[in-house]
């Protein structure tokens, strides 16, 4: 070992030049180097969970994938939107069924502030149709138990009818609207986005001129201890 250190001290003296020259290098590579253009058209996330109170379409992850990939929905929901983009949103939406019920909604826009909000407003319009057939079925549910509470029956129809009240409670107590899981963020679409300034690269550069100058002193010395 103490042969082996002596080998690389000597070694490290003889080509001190190269060395300090290799870190130096990459360095300046990295600073000067051209990263390439910053990414155009930036990407936002929203993800949001789909209610649970019977709804054909809006509780189906399948059925709301296909609502949202449509003209229709935007324009009855986001008109305004629909026509200020100069591409239909639907070619810059991309949707994903993460998990049961819970789809990640991702949005490709000209800057990170652009596809936050229209991720964003997609989800809104969402949340807030699927809010009114939540309440209207709520009230619908409401309504009924309320009257089969107040109803009279003969004695012969009672257990049905507390059987029946019964499947309406338990449903009612399961009963929920969509929310969001989380919204898209502005400054986590621009960070996921970013491309490395010309100091962190130079300080990469550094970094891999110094390991590759280490590994060039000692590797030779262990492949000859082999």
Do not use: C
Not at 71 to 91: D, K, Q
Not at 192 to 220: C, E, H, Q, Y
């Amino acid at each position: 070992m103490e042969l082996m250190l002596q080998r690389v001290t000597s070694r490290s003296r003889k080509y001190l030049f190269i060395l300090l020259a290799i870190p130096v290098l990459f360095g300046l590579l990295g600073w000067f180097l051209p990263v390439g253009r910053e990414p155009s058209l930036l990407t936002a996330e929203a993800t949001i969970s789909l209610g649970n109170y019977d709804h054909p379409d809006l509780n189906n992850p399948k059925n709301v994938m296909d609502l949202l990939s449509n003209a229709p929905f935007y324009e009855e929901n986001l008109a305004g939107l629909w026509e200020e983009t100069e591409e239909p949103i639907t070619e810059n939406l991309t949707i994903a069924n993460v998990s049961d019920k819970v789809l990640q909604l991702t949005y490709t826009g000209t800057s990170g502030e652009n596809a936050a909000e229209v991720v964003n407003a997609i989800a809104d319009a969402f949340l807030k149709m699927d809010k009114e057939r939540y309440e209207e079925k709520k009230a619908i549910i409401k309504g009924t138990i309320d009257s089969l509470e107040g109803e009279t029956v003969a004695e012969e129809a009672k257990v049905d009818q507390e059987r029946f009240l019964y499947e309406l409670k338990s449903f009612q107590l399961n009963m929920k609207a969509a929310s969001f899981v989380k919204r898209a963020d502005l400054e986590e679409a621009e960070m996921s986005n970013k491309a490395l300034s010309s100091r962190d690269r130079a300080v990469l550069g550094v970094l891999l001129g110094v390991t590759l100058a280490f590994s060039w002193m000692i590797v030779p010395e262990l492949v000859r201890k082999q």
